[in-house]
């Protein structure tokens, strides 16, 4: 962005984490928290698309949340209905491209058939790419894309070696065609990135902030991409003067 301060990501995930204590710390149910989540996952990405940020993925549903309470993974669902219902042809009028990433199985089929009819309708957008994780893990994704690699090498009589998979194994990731997070954000005060892209985040830059998640905004953007700006990476060389 001409003459902003900040050097400016590719590409920006984060692990959308605090709705159930935002909700908590107000005596509301944790499914208000959920759906001030929502609000939030919008205001980031507008705030993304003002900031000329090409690529947002945001954490929104892991393979392990399964183990919640039915209720509140029902309430999740539904926000995600109505996310998809209600946001969709306005993420297409903003020229915004829409992928999900993680597995559909164990989805309900109306909400698989809206997410593919999502990114169809999205697939030529040029404009901020929006990536969520939805039951995603990153380690069913590394497992996954080495089955399909080892098959390949089987198939096509492959030589096995680092350089082999150096080129081909990123190919079957489910990011691939997006660069590497150059920073990844986590709200709420946690640090840790629960199965979250661990094969791209090799070398991201990792910020975390104590906002909750329904209380993120642009200002949070802003200082994560300034934290971004501070760092040197070197990604694993030495730094010549």
């Known amino acids: 962005m001409s003459g902003h301060p900040f050097q400016i990501p590719?590409?920006?995930a984060i692990i959308m984490d605090g709705n159930g204590r935002w909700a908590e710390q107000r005596g509301l149910p944790r499914t208000a928290g959920h759906h001030q989540g929502v609000e939030a996952c919008k205001r980031v990405v507008r705030s993304?698309?003002?900031?000329?940020?090409?690529f947002i993925t945001l954490f929104g549903f892991s393979s392990e949340n399964w183990r919640r309470p039915a209720d509140e993974i029902n309430e999740l669902m539904r926000l995600l209905r109505m996310f998809?219902?209600?946001?969709?042809?306005?993420?297409?009028?903003n020229?915004?491209?829409?992928k999900m990433i993680g597995s559909r199985e164990g989805l309900s089929p109306d909400i698989v058939q809206m997410i593919e009819s999502a990114e169809q309708l999205m697939a030529g957008n040029t404009g901020l790419t929006l990536t969520i994780a939805l039951n995603y893990g990153g380690r069913h994704e590394i497992l996954t894309a080495a089955a399909s690699y080892a098959r390949q090498v089987v198939d096509k009589g492959l030589t096995p070696g680092y350089e082999t998979a150096e080129e081909f194994?990123?190919?079957?990731?489910?990011?691939?065609?997006?660069?590497?997070?150059?920073?990844i954000i986590r709200p709420s005060g946690e640090q840790r990135i629960s199965n979250f892209l661990l094969w791209q985040c090799a070398?991201?830059?990792?910020?975390?902030?104590?906002t909750l998640w329904p209380d993120f905004g642009k200002s949070d953007l802003e200082y994560a991409m300034a934290e971004y700006a501070k760092?040197?990476?070197?990604?694993?060389?030495v730094q010549h003067a």
């Open 231 to 237: 760092r040197e990476r070197r990604f694993g060389a």
């Open 95 to 98: 020229n915004i491209r829409l």
């Open 48 to 54: 993304a698309g003002e900031l000329n940020i090409p």
């Open 203 to 210: 070398y991201s830059e990792f910020v975390f902030t104590n």
């Open 10 to 12: 590719r590409h920006i």
């Open 169 to 183: 194994f990123p190919t079957f990731l489910m990011t691939h065609g997006m660069p590497d997070p150059d920073v």
């Open 84 to 93: 998809l219902r209600a946001e969709t042809a306005e993420l297409h009028r």
